[in-house]
């Protein structure tokens, strides 16, 4: 399994609007709050991905590296949530992790870009994800129609 790079950190917020603020401020990051209703999100079993769907409240913003992913969940715990890695194959990737002993829990399709997320329980809390695009934006991906 070939990793092309390390995409970016997801980290949870309780406020976004503070998160974004905050971030900005002691890294000097800028952020781009994504209108989550907006994506076009297709679970690739038929079921919607997670109970935390962006219809149900969830709020993303990215900042423009592409390093950071803020989430604001109601519920949710703050800290961190996830790594991404972008991968040439998601499919052969899900095999080769599952093979490793990582059990996948979610896999949906957001726009044209591909997302697979491994149990946080079976790597140390962390929620290993691969995500499968073309291009070079993650954003632009997302914002794709996956029709």
Known sequence: ?????????????????????????????EFDIVDTTKLDIQAADGVMPDERAPQSGMRVALDASGTFELVEVE??????RNVHFRVDDIEAAIAELSARGLRLVRQFVVGGMKE?????????????????????????????SSK
């Open 1 to 29: 399994m070939k990793m092309d790079r390390l995409e970016f950190i997801g980290v949870v917020v309780e406020d976004l609007e503070e998160g974004v603020r905050r971030f900005s401020e002691v890294l000097g990051l």
């Open 75 to 80: 519920g949710m715990e703050e800290g961190f």
């Open 116 to 144: 697979a997320i491994f149990a946080a329980e079976d790597l140390y809390g962390i929620r290993v994800c691969l995500l499968e695009y073309e291009g070079d934006s993650l954003g632009d991906a997302m914002r794709r």
